[in-house]
C-alpha cells in the first residue's frame, strides 16, 4: 500500500497525498539514514470516544471552529459566480481538514513537524502519527478512508440541491419566458392574418371608389355635353 503525504501546503498532510509514498517495508539504507523511533509522548493518555467515520452524522466540526450555514445557491438569485468561487464554497463544505479525522492526524502529527526531514521523512511522520492516533484515539484507516466517502457524500448532496434549486430557476425564468414567447408569436400571427385581411379589404375599397369616382365624372361630361347641345339650340330657336 502507497499513501503520499506532504507537511506543507494549504491542507496540510492532504497535499503530501500527492507528494510522497510510504511503503511497508523498511527503506534502503543506502538512501535514508536509520530514523529514530518517535519520541515518546508523556502526556497522560485521555480515552476519546470511537468515532463511526461512516456515518455521516458523525462527522462534526472542529471544536472552536464554527459552523457554517448553507451557502446560498447562486442561481437561485439569478446570479452567477465564476468557477473558482463555486469552487471555494464547495471545498468549504467539504474539507477534510475541518473533520474529526484530520483534527485527530494532527495532534499527533503536528509535533513531528520540527523533526527534520531528513531525520525523519514526511512519509515516516505521517505513519507514525497514525500509528498512534490508533492507539490512543482509536482512529484506523477505515476510520480516515470513510471519511472521503462521506464528504463525498455530502458533495452529492450539495449537487442534488443546486439541481433543485436550477430547475426551479428553469421554470421560473426561462420556462416562463419560453410560454410568453410563445404566446406573443401566436399573438403576431393572428395580427399577420387580420393584416393580410385588411389589405385585401383596403385594394377592394380603393378598387370600388376609384370606378365610382371614374363613373360619377363620366356621367358628369355627359349630361355638361348635353346642356351645351340644349342651350344651342334653345339660343338658336330664339333668334327666330
Do not use: C, W
Not at 170 to 194: F, P, S, Y
Amino acid at each position: 500500500m502507497k499513501l503520499g503525504l506532504s507537511m506543507t501546503g494549504k491542507h496540510g498532510f492532504l497535499d503530501a497525498l500527492k507528494q510522497v509514498a510510504f511503503e511497508d517495508e523498511p527503506m534502503p539504507a543506502e538512501k535514508h539514514p536509520p530514523a529514530p523511533a518517535p519520541p515518546a509522548f508523556t502526556a497522560p493518555v485521555v480515552a476519546a470516544p470511537a468515532f463511526s467515520f461512516s456515518d455521516p452524522a458523525s462527522v462534526r466540526p472542529v471544536a472552536g471552529v464554527a459552523p457554517q450555514a448553507p451557502y446560498p445557491l447562486p442561481i437561485d438569485a439569478g446570479v452567477v459566480l465564476d468557477n473558482d468561487a463555486v469552487y471555494q464554497m464547495l471545498l468549504s463544505k467539504t474539507d477534510f481538514e475541518t473533520t474529526p479525522a484530520a483534527e485527530t492526524i494532527h495532534k499527533f502529527l503536528d509535533p513531528l513537524k520540527s523533526i527534520p526531514d531528513s531525520v525523519m521523512p514526511s512519509n515516516i511522520k505521517f505513519k507514525s502519527a497514525v500509528v498512534q492516533a490508533s492507539a490512543q484515539a482509536g482512529l484506523t484507516e477505515d476510520g480516515i478512508l470513510g471519511t472521503f466517502d462521506t464528504l463525498k457524500a455530502k458533495l452529492q448532496q450539495e449537487h442534488d440541491a443546486f439541481g433543485g434549486k436550477a430547475q426551479q430557476f428553469a421554470a421560473r425564468e426561462v420556462a416562463g419566458r419560453q410560454d410568453q414567447i410563445q404566446k406573443v408569436t401566436e399573438q403576431i400571427a393572428q395580427l399577420q392574418q387580420q393584416l393580410a385581411q385588411l389589405s385585401t379589404e383596403l385594394v377592394d375599397a380603393q378598387g370600388k371608389a376609384a370606378h365610382a369616382q371614374s363613373q360619377f365624372e363620366a356621367a358628369v361630361q355627359r349630361r355638361g355635353s348635353e346642356l351645351e347641345q340644349q342651350k344651342a339650340l334653345y339660343a338658336s330657336l330664339l333668334k327666330g
